[in-house]
């Protein structure tokens, strides 16, 4: 089955302690149990094991940032989807573009991640986004299709992928797209998904890229939209609870 809308994801990034990270999922899991959506957190990898046990009983999705693309090995600093999926993640992003661009992660190692999440039977939360620079030079559509196409993981389906548009510059910045840009870049990417993916029109696409509680209610509703990826507002759970709720979940 395809994942129940809207999908609506929390990346902490490199924040959280594990006292306040077990309050703020308590906080979710006090909220609702058992979403009638599909809510998730991602923690960094050390209270991705803590959070995951703190939630066993909800159905809030626990998940991790990142995963290296081998099940084990001399990877220093690296952690694997079986490890992941060992201490209770459900899930796991990559091709987070503070990755590609930050740690300079290719497309192909995205899809070599993702597919090593699968294998494992993670749900693989896929980002793709241009660049200021790419957007300023009309780029945009030509990197999507080119991340799209470069780091979509063999055997992806509805009920295992989510693609995650994220434009590098909203990240962070409190900037967003317009309303039009955002219909643009998913009528685009479902476009793509129909052709190249198994059950591609029901693969969840989310917008992410400074969604809060103000804007939320109008980027989800737009079509093509299933749900939206969060960074800082995730951090706070009753911004992160409103942003759900904005998105018809309860
Ligand atoms: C993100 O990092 O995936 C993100 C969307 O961050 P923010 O919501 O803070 O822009």
């Known amino acids: ?6 999908v609506v994801l929390g990346n902490w990034k490199m924040n959280g302690l594990k006292a306040d990270a077990l309050a703020l999922v308590g906080r979710l899991a006090a909220r609702a149990a058992h979403p009638s959506g599909t809510l ?3 923690p960094p990898a050390t209270l991705v094991g803590p959070v995951a046990q703190r939630l066993s009983a909800s ?3 626990v998940g991790g940032q990142d995963c290296h693309e081998a099940e084990s090995g001399a990877f220093t600093g690296s952690i694997s989807a079986a490890m992941l999926a060992d201490v209770g993640a459900k899930a796991v992003i990559v091709g987070h573009s503070e990755r590609r661009h930050g740690l300079g ?8 991640k993702a597919e090593a999440a699968l294998a494992q039977g993670l749900l693989v939360v896929l980002c793709i986004g241009e660049t200021e620079g790419e957007y300023l030079a009309g780029e945009r559509d030509a990197v999507l299709t080119r991340q799209l196409d470069g780091s979509l993981p063999d055997g992806g389906t509805a009920e295992n992928l989510v693609v995650a ?25 479902r476009a793509l998904l129909v ?25 989800m509703a737009m079509a093509d939209v299933d749900g939206a990826l969060v960074g800082g507002a995730s951090l706070d759970a009753d911004s992160f609870w409103s942003i759900y709720t904005a998105g018809g979940g309860a």
């Open 40 to 42: 998730g957190v991602f």
């Open 1 to 6: 089955m395809p994942l129940a809308r809207p």
């Open 165 to 189: 548009y994220e434009p590098v510059w909203a990240i962070g910045t409190g900037r967003t797209p317009s309303q039009e840009e955002i219909k643009e870049t998913h009528t685009l990417l």
């Open 195 to 219: 052709e190249r993916v198994a059950g591609g029109a029901d693969v969840a696409l989310l917008y992410g890229g400074s969604v809060k509680a103000e804007n939320a209610a109008d980027i």
């Open 59 to 61: 159905r809030i999705l």
């Open 105 to 112: 992660e290719d497309d192909a190692l995205v899809k070599a």
